[in-house]
């Protein structure tokens, strides 16, 4: 079975979407390095289904989906807010949650 | 079995049909070229739009000719098995989700007129939106609408279909909001795309209940899945289907065809939908977008015919359906003054012509219509592009900026005029072979009210057109056709060309106006010729010989003993030859083997009811002519104004102007009704639930924490917390800076953390 390249691929996608929430200062940006982190989670609840040969992981993987739609919709919503509020959406300069 | 094989001849095949499947893929490829290199190349992607369209156009030109050759190595009445092809798609729960092609005779004509029609739009756009500042991304979404439209065509499986339509609402969102920096336009877009989506809840619904309906009798007997078009077909034929669910799938489906056709009561976005650039009207609303939900009924057709009892007496929701669209679009063609939305109505009321005959059991002239219809649609709208590039300066206003443009303007005159009198359904003009043969088998049909439905549409076809090309040209020039230039934001009326095409108008100011340009006219010549000369591929008034559509796009409804599995390369069944003209098919379940098309009559063409319709059609042309001339140039005091004097013809006329209301019904009346009341009682919920909630709790807890601060907190706590309040301030001294109030920063040490605990989850578990 050819699970490992799936996990493989996944690790990767996950590792480019950390990078993208940690390093990118747009928030559209963040937003969709978020997407990226949640298929690899897709991926991987896949190709575990394939392995052991049941729908539940594609299930899961279609619940995350829809999930994720639900979370990209607030969260562009979020940011066009912001954006109308204070003309950027750059998340450096939101830091009110400052301890 | 075998005595009745031998009397079969083999189905010859070949390569263009074995890959079909490249013509819907070649163009996707395009379409990801252009987003990915389309910048950087000289004519910035549009030479890769227009090659992987002409490559499409070519493998689909591969595809008829070997598709004829296939039907002409075939017995008469023997039934010609479409070339299947499958892939396995993907797996779950042990259902195989299949994908693949299954190329007929419908598949075949529609992937000519689809990738014809794009070619020459492509190469019209590469001149009428020269210049723009996302050309780019025009040409990368033209390339994509057209991939999703010709993958939904040859789908074999109600899956891919779905895709194809899909893609096809995503990117005319696209198109049509091209130019979205002005609101109107991307409210269009917007419009079309939720218009069309509230039919499309009908597909999902519809394949959904065929999948579970069918998906048992399929398997069983062809091996196939509930998804697979031929699988569903045979089963809607084999008397097998409950009425009550497949009546319902079928009404489903409709809706979706409601939605994507422009059918009443769902038109209402095709007229908006003009807000797009030109071409992007003319190949939405001739050979694409709009037709999908026509293909869609004809491809299902079993389904339809089983499901609301096509044939039967009196009628049926298609008929009913197309019949009105036909004389309301009709009627507010008369009232336009902006010669796209002319042209969109009439496209709608054309779109009913082809429900019409399609819900009264006339396939063949039906999708005949479609072919010929796209021709001299397209070329009409290009015909309007090419007026409002060269002549009009980007307005599409008759009244204003258009009239006397024929001696200016000579191609674009002739190609309108011949693609006027095909729409029209002039003899010997293409229109005239499809239009008269719907309406002449609708009454044959026994359908008498809807065939006069149908002739009162003629009329008010030839009328409205003479109206519009009476107003733009001839009588005298108006507005930007004489030569004024008035200011920008006077013409840029609510087309949003204004400030998207200012690299035009450093050329269009000095000249006035003009013919355009061989890459705009060579493809309205193109066209021109065959909205002439296409109806003579299935010309009945000359004999059945004439009739070469007829034999190689009509399913022919012979029983099939037995099918061959599908997979790659095979595809050859063992049909029978038996029973020769009277087929079961359609009135009753074959015995044994089955059934994939129903058997439809043919209207025996008699000159006398040709000659019924054309008189028709000759008086709305000459009828509009004398009135047109009579209101517009003569300014006869008892026409003028009449709308104003006469109570009835005003409110008819404040009727059509309105569009029936249908608008604010929507915008107004129905989403108001849903969302008002939705908001308002989630604001009440908020108010008086979770608040009053809130508040008794709240209480509560008033009281308790009153009792607890005297006796609890200030004795005995308060002299541990100082201490304790003493050490986390330390602490909190130290660990201040890393709550900096960044977000990826506070990303950065969750993810740490997530891994840390990973890693020990690892160690844990080894």
Known sequence: MLVNQFLFLAAILFCIGVYGVIARRNAVLVLMSIELILNAVNLNLIAFAMRNGSPDGHTFALYVIAVAAAEVGVGLGMVLLIYRNRKTIALDDLSEMKG | MVAASETLNPLATGWFLENAWLIPIVPAIGFALIIFFGKQLP?????????????????????????IERVSSASYEQFVEPVVRTWSWWTIGGVDLTIGQSIDGLAVIILVVVTFISTLVQIYSVEYLHGDRRYTHFFAALTLFSAGMLAMVIAEDTILFILGWEIMGLCSFMLIGHWWEEGANSRAALKAFFTVRTGDMGLLVGVAMLYFASNEWTTENLGVSGFS???????????????????????????????????????????????????????????????????????????????????????????????????????????????KKVLAYSTVSQLGYMMLGLGA?????????????????????????????????????????????????????????????????????????????????????????????????????????????????????????????????????????????????????????????????????????????????????????????????????????????????????????????DTPCGKEAPAEGYCFAPKLEHAKFKWSKAFLSLGIVFAGIVISWLLSVALYTRRSKALVGLTERNKLLGAGYRLLVNKYYLDALYEQVIVKSIVGPIARAAYWFNQNVLDGILHAVARVNRAVSGWLYRNVDQRVVDGTVNNSGRATKGLGGVLQPIQSGKVSQYGALLFAAAAVAALVLVIINT
């Open chain 2, 229 to 339: 078009i031929r699988g569903i077909s045979a089963w809607a034929l084999s008397g097998e289907p409950n009425s009550a669910v497949i009546t319902v799938a079928a009404i489903a489906l409709f809706i979706a065809a409601i939605g994507k056709s422009g059918q009443f009561p769902l038109h209402t976005w095709l007229p908006d939908a003009m807000a797009g650039p030109t071409p992007v009207s003319s190949l939405l609303h001739s050979s694409t977008m709009v037709v999908a939900g026509v293909f869609l009924v004809a491809r299902l057709y079993p389904v339809f015919y089983t499901g609301l009892d096509i044939l039967g007496p009196g009628g049926n929701f298609i008929t009913v359906i197309g019949g009105i669209t036909i004389v309301i679009a009709a009627a507010l063609a008369f009232v336009q003054s902006d010669i």
């Open chain 2, 361 to 581: 059991g006339a396939w063949l002239p039906a999708v005949f219509h479609i072919f010929t219809h796209a021709f001299f649609k397209a070329c009409l709208f290009l015909g309007a592009g090419s007026i409002s590039h060269s002549a009009s300066h980007h307005s599409f206003d008759m009244k204003k900026d258009m009239g006397g443009l024929r001696k200016v303007m000579p191609i674009t005159f002739t190609t309108w005029i011949i693609s006027t009198l095909a729409l029209a359904g002039v003899f010997p003009f293409s229109g005239f072979f499809s239009k008269d043969e719907i309406i002449d088998n609708v009454g044959n049909n026994g359908y008498t009210i809807f065939m006069i439905v149908g002739l009162i549409g003629a009329f008010m076809t030839a009328a409205y057109m003479t109206r519009a090309t009476y107003l733009t040209f001839f009588g005298e020039a108006r507005g930007a056709s004489a030569g004024e230039h008035d200011d920008h934001g006077d013409h840029a009326t609510d087309h949003g060309h204004g400030d998207a095409h200012s690299a035009h108008d450093g050329h269009g100011e000095s000249r006035g106006p003009r013919e355009s340009g061989p890459l705009i006219t060579i493809p309205l010549i193109l066209l021109a010729v065959l909205a002439f000369g296409s109806g003579f591929l299935n010309a009945t008034p000359f004999g059945s010989s004439w009739e070469r559509i007829k034999v190689w796009v009509e399913p022919r409804p012979a029983v099939v003993m037995e099918v061959a599995p599908s997979g790659p390369g095979e595809s050859i069944g063992l049909p029978a030859a038996e029973g020769h003209s």
């Open chain 2, 43 to 67: 004519k910035k992607g549009s030479e890769i739009g227009v090659l992987s369209m002409l490559v499409s156009l070519g493998l689909a030109a591969g595809a008829a000719y070997q598709w």
